[in-house]
């Protein structure tokens, strides 16, 4: 089974400039999720999509940061302008929604997306 | 609101000793627990996982958890560490019955000296 795909792997700009990073969940995951990690910290939501219907973006800011699910399938995560705090790990991840036959909770995560903000 | 706190940032073990990664909670529903670890340069691999059912939980590569409510806690272990566990500890927490985002603590990371 393919696991979840994120691209670009690294990507390095200068501040001001934009950045999008990719995400191809596991095949019939409904739920999708980016999460930021900065280095020494766990991993923070940004955004949770079921389908391609937005669950909880509460801590996504929203005057930079952008995302879409449009077909409820692949996902876009947009950063304009990109401020040197954003510099961080990108994790995308899948799972079954709760109560569906086979779910136990488990997210299933993609290498990152590495973003240096120089 | 669900949050973790893991005590420290970093554990150093000698091999073949005892690892113990602690881990402490806080949910206002029955908790879904998750240890994941984290290799350099990769993303998140789940070790092992309590929901529901008995609370002394086995995961990969010789771990184990065990779900402790009156303390709130879900450390994990292992008898003997391996130089191939050196990576980030990672406890998450998610509310069972509501919409599964998990909430992870700021992970431990794991040295092992030879």
């Known amino acids: 089974e393919a696991g979840v795909a994120q691209s670009p792997r690294y990507k390095i700009i200068e501040k001001r400039q934009s950045v999008a990073f990719w995400c191809n969940p596991i095949s019939g995951h409904a739920t999708l999720y980016w999460y930021q990690q900065i280095l020494g910290q766990g991993p923070k939501l940004l955004i949770q999509?079921?389908?391609?219907?937005?669950?909880?973006d509460s801590q996504l800011p929203k005057d930079r940061f952008s995302a879409e699910r449009l077909k409820g399938v692949d996902s876009t995560l947009k950063i304009q302008p990109a401020k040197l705090e954003d510099s961080a790990v990108y994790l995308c991840a899948s799972s079954l929604p709760y109560g569906t036959s086979g779910s136990t909770g488990e997210l299933f995560f993609g290498e990152g997306s590495r973003l240096t903000v120089l | 609101a669900q949050s973790v706190t893991q005590l420290g940032s970093h554990v150093s073990v000698s091999e073949g000793a005892l690892v113990l990664l602690r881990c402490n909670y806080s949910?206002?529903?029955?908790?879904?627990l998750f240890w994941y670890v984290q290799y350099p340069n990769q993303g998140l691999q789940l070790l092992l996982k309590?929901?529901?059912?008995?609370?002394l939980v086995k995961g990969i590569n010789g771990f184990e958890a065990e779900f402790k409510k009156s303390e709130t806690s879900f450390h994990l272990t292992k008898p003997s560490a391996h130089m191939s566990d050196a990576a980030e500890y990672f406890c998450?927490?998610?509310?069972?019955?509501?919409?599964?985002?998990?909430?992870f603590g700021k992970g431990i990371t794991l040295s092992v000296r030879p």
């Open positions: 949910s206002s529903v029955p908790p879904y």
């Open positions: 998450a927490v998610s509310e069972a019955g509501a919409n599964s985002k998990l909430t």
């Open positions: 999509f079921q389908n391609n219907g937005v669950v909880d």
């Open positions: 309590y929901t529901t059912g008995a609370t």
